[in-house]
């Protein structure tokens, strides 16, 4: 199978395997080394496992969930389930206790893959005929089978039996990704091999992935984003590098030196707003050439062949290029719209940066800037076997290879999200320009409008308001009421700064100080010049309490809870009016 021409993801195990060595294809942290685990050693891993789960009783089409952290672990479960023919069911490893028991009934799990044993106490009673599969740690009891010993008993049956794989049709279910539940209770897409696969061969149409590159992940593969894009690396027998805590990113960036990686733009304007404070704390000198630096590297259309190009380059963008490790091509973004301002940044110092735009429900990618055609402030074009449309309204149409099955158990909200032609309704506004270049402009559920009845594209005026230094999420109020408003959770990172140099200062005192209050109704009323009247930030309220997961506030992508948001902060949000 020395082409790229595999149909199914059992298919995909035998190209990997096949066509590549690679001595560092998967690697991970331990006591802050990292260790690696080879091509020869991953498939030898993957078939004994795969014979183990035969034998505790796992069979094709079993619905098996994997709730761990990322890491080559979670690859070798993952590609041994599909040798067995069953289902693999990702949940986010930072999920709220009340969607992880949603998701294992709606699921109807029979067996889970778990690397925590602190979250073993999360899963309710009514799951008590689950059995687990642990990673990390060991459980002497009924129902737990350590990852280690069952390998040992794999390799048993494998030196006396051998080993056959399971060989799926392609239009078989492949895996089921609960998306994040933003709006309500999680739904749980069904993908087949199709769906999957299709994505692999549009995405190597597109780039260029030769097998010395480096990939750095540190994105959960529980989301589809990542994990289609895992897929890509996997298939390319590149050496892959995982990342242990996303508070680790900044050093091991350095230590590992990736060539390609993807992110999410919280992650990027994070990045951005850091060397801003750097620049700012620099002597005078030194202040003075990285602020025009970059001033410069701001405009959209810099002329790299000027005078003063070289000159920043050297002495300014190759130290901001170092923060990535210094040998970085691409780098790709999704999971939410990336302002174009820190885009074009990024573009100009030399860190290329290619966003896309995509759904669970497609696989995920629907459109995706790449090398050969990178547009700044689009979303790219549509991928090769994808098919869009656009309605009166503005929302956006696809049909194409990576459309989902469905949402499982939920046969209704199916037929409501694709209609009886195929076309899956995105609710996003889009348009396509001259080029064939998609933007994305808003998401129709959260274009609000007042009682005045003007509309307020909320996640836009969001995005802006987050660019501030000090704010880490905003939420917009709009919806029915008589002028616009905003919730501004607090950025905890840059008050821990400050709690350094006095242990006493509560994160109240720090934004009660007039300073910082000041300057932030200065950005506010900077960010209400370029909005419409009817869109401007009328009225604020400042939130110090811890913003999580775990509390519900955000989703395991890192996506607000506008819904929970607004009834939790309802009284905060009601003195505003």
């Known amino acids: 199978m020395n082409s790229y021409d595999f149909k199914t993801y059992s298919e995909l195990f035998t190209h990997i395997t096949t066509n590549y060595k690679n001595n560092t294809f998967l690697n991970y942290l331990e006591n802050g080394e990292y260790k690696n685990i080879s091509i020869e050693t991953f498939k030898n891993k993957v078939i004994c496992l795969s014979l183990a789960m035969k034998d505790l009783g796992i069979k094709a089409g079993d619905k098996v969930a994997i709730f761990a952290n990322s890491s080559p672990f979670w690859l070798i479960f993952d590609f041994a389930i599909h040798e067995v023919g069953a289902i693999s069911v990702p949940i986010f490893a930072n999920i709220s206790s009340k969607n ?4 294992i009934q709606d699921a109807k799990i029979k067996y889970i893959f778990i690397d925590n044993e602190e979250r073993i106490k999360d ?4 799951n008590s005929e689950l059995i687990f599969i642990t990673h990390n740690f060991c459980i002497k009891e009924d129902r737990f089978f350590n990852v280690d010993d069952i390998l040992i008993i794999g390799q048993q049956i494998c030196d006396s039996k051998g080993f056959e794989a399971y060989i799926p049709n392609e239009d078989e279910i492949f895996s089921i990704i609960y998306t994040s539940g933003n709006t309500g209770t999680p739904k749980g897409v069904m993908l087949t091999h199709k769906n999957i696969v299709s994505q692999l061969h549009d995405i190597n149409t597109l780039i260029s992935l030769k097998q010395n590159e480096t990939a750095l992940s540190l994105l959960p593969l529980a989301h589809i984003f990542e994990r ?7 298939s390319r027998g590149v050496s892959i590098y995982f990342v242990d805590e996303i508070t680790n990113v900044a050093n091991l960036l350095k230590v590992v030196k990736p060539t390609i990686m993807t992110a999410v733009p919280r992650l990027l304007e994070k990045i951005y707003n850091k060397i801003q404070t750097n620049i700012s704390n620099k002597p005078f000198i030194g202040k003075f050439i990285a602020s025009k630096a970059f001033e410069y590297a701001q405009n959209e259309s810099m002329n790299k062949n000027s005078l003063l190009f070289p000159i920043f380059d ?19 973004s999704g999971g939410a719209a990336l302002p174009k301002d820190i885009s074009v940044f990024f573009n100009n110092i030399g860190v290329p940066i290619y966003q896309g735009y995509g759904l669970t429900e497609f696989s995920p990618v629907i459109s995706t800037n790449h090398p050969k055609a990178n547009k700044i402030g689009s979303t790219g074009r549509v991928l090769p076997s994808a098919t869009i449309k656009i309605l009166e309204d503005g929302e956006l149409l696809v049909k194409g290879p990576s459309l989902m099955k469905g949402y499982l158990n939920q046969e209704k909200l199916t037929n409501e999200t694709i209609d009886n032609q195929g076309w899956l309704h995105t609710g996003d506004i889009a348009r396509v320009d001259e080029q064939g270049y998609l933007y994305i402009t808003s998401r129709k559920k959260e274009v609000f409008k007042t009682s005045t009845g003007e509309y307020v594209a909320a996640v836009q005026i969001e995005q802006k308001l987050a660019k501030n230094k000090y704010i880490e999420f905003a939420v917009i109020i709009a919806n029915n009421r008589k002028y616009t408003t905003a919730l501004l959770f607090v950025d905890k990172e840059i008050f821990n700064e400050a709690k350094r140099l006095n242990k006493h200062l509560t994160i109240q005192e720090y934004y009660n100080n007039e300073k910082i209050t000041s300057e932030i109704n200065n950005y506010i009323k900077e960010v209400n010049k370029d909005l419409n009247e009817w869109e401007k930030v009328v009225q604020y309220k400042l939130i110090t309490n811890d913003i999580s997961i775990e509390t519900g506030e955000l989703t395991p992508s890192m996506k607000v809870c506008r819904a929970f948001i607004e009834q939790k902060y309802e009284n905060d949000i009601n003195s505003m009016y």
């Open 100 to 103: 992880l028991n949603f998701e």
């Open 228 to 234: 289609t894009v895992m897929s890509y690396y996997l």
């Open 123 to 126: 899963i309710e009673d009514e």
């Open 314 to 332: 050297k002495i300014v963008y190759s130290k901001f290029r170092d923060i990535f490790g210094s040998k970085l091509e691409k780098l790709i």
